[in-house]
């Protein structure tokens, strides 16, 4: 039997088509998920391109659906539980997905929400954790407008932080006061003060720019580097009082913290804001406005 999933095509406009793939076999600790939705991550786009994800295999990484088989060494949900992922290969109909990689979703919260939380919210979540986040300190959030940058802002505000959320323009900055910021800046030329820790998915000259504002012990986390420019630190920039420039990747079971985020979610304290949504047929449309910075918050594609 077969599915269809979103496959690598170098040759396809996005580097993407709809083919029909193998039905997964699940392993002993894995469910096979029935997917009804996915969420595009602008590496999805960096994946399809750079041979990270071999042509012909299923891309994607952020999918929710319900369970429609459980794993045969009992752990994890039952048959008909609602659930969300991070995953390889999630853009297809059916997934066999590993118990730790999940969680259950809760009632209150929608799918198409719910979706928009693996990558993006635990990206976020770690990354402040790693950084040491705690109240009274002054967070720095570039790329805020983002996926990552949107659940940074808010779990920094909840934690009691001064949030300074960086964007590129004044529309893209829409909406991030009410998330929390308590300050919205176009770029970082201007800002003078001080700032404790970075969470920095832009890279190039705006990783510098963070980097000369941080306070002595503070650390920037470099998530992501969408500007897609090189870094070039003055001499002596790295000299002086320690502070760090950490790299930062989502590694091992993210089954807890999905769970964090659903829940937070679900009772609306963490919001899921869907700049575009539609048929994972509209692949292309939705990997054009990534890229062209037109999604504020998430991409969210369902699976027909
Ligand atoms: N290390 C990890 O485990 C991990 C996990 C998640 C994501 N990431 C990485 O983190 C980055 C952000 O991911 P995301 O899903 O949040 O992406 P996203 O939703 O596309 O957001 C990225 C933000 O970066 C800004 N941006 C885009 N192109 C830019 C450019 N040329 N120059 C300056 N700013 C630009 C945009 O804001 P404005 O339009 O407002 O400027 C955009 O809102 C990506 O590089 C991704 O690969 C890494």
Redesign the pocket.
């Known amino acids: 039997m077969s599915v269809r999933a979103l496959v690598v095509d170098p040759t396809a406009p996005a580097a993407v088509r709809l083919a029909a793939v193998c039905d997964p076999t699940p392993g002993p600790g894995q469910v096979l998920v029935a997917v009804s939705h996915a969420s595009l991550?602008?590496?999805d786009l960096?994946d399809a391109r750079s041979g990270r994800v071999p042509e012909g295999a299923v891309l994607g990484s952020d999918s929710a659906g319900v369970v429609v088989q459980a794993a045969a060494d009992g752990s994890g949900p039952a048959v008909g539980t609602r659930v969300v992922a991070l995953t390889s290969g999630a853009f297809a109909e059916r997934v066999a997905i590993d118990v730790g990689a999940l969680a259950e979703v809760p009632k209150a919260l929608d799918l198409a929400r719910a979706v928009a939380l693996p990558?993006?919210g635990v990206?976020a979540l770690r990354s402040l954790r790693a950084a040491g986040l705690g109240p009274d300190k002054t967070v720095l959030v570039t790329?805020a407008?983002?996926?990552?940058?949107r659940f940074a802002v808010q779990l920094a505000a909840r934690a009691g932080a001064h949030v300074i959320a960086s964007?590129?323009?004044a529309a893209?900055g829409k909406g991030l006061a009410e998330a929390g910021a308590d300050d919205v800046l176009i770029g970082l030329e201007g800002l003078r003060r001080p700032v404790d820790v970075v969470i920095d998915?832009?890279g190039g000259p705006?990783l510098v720019a963070a980097w000369n504002l941080l306070s002595p012990g503070g650390s920037v986390q470099s998530?992501?580097?969408?500007?897609?420019e090189a870094a070039v630190f003055p001499p002596y920039a790295t000299v002086g009082p320690a502070k760090s420039l950490t790299s930062?990747?989502?590694e091992g079971d993210v089954g807890a913290d999905l769970a964090v985020l659903t829940e937070l979610a679900a009772e609306g304290a963490l919001t899921v804001e869907i700049g575009w949504q539609g048929s994972w047929d509209r692949f292309n449309e939705a990997s054009r406005a990534?890229r062209e910075?037109r999604?504020s918050g998430k991409a969210i594609l369902t699976v027909a």
């Open positions: 991550n602008y590496g960096n990558v993006a990206a790329g407008s983002g996926g990552v940058g964007v590129g323009s893209r998915s832009v705006q998530v992501g580097w969408t500007s897609g930062f990747v989502i990534l910075r999604v």
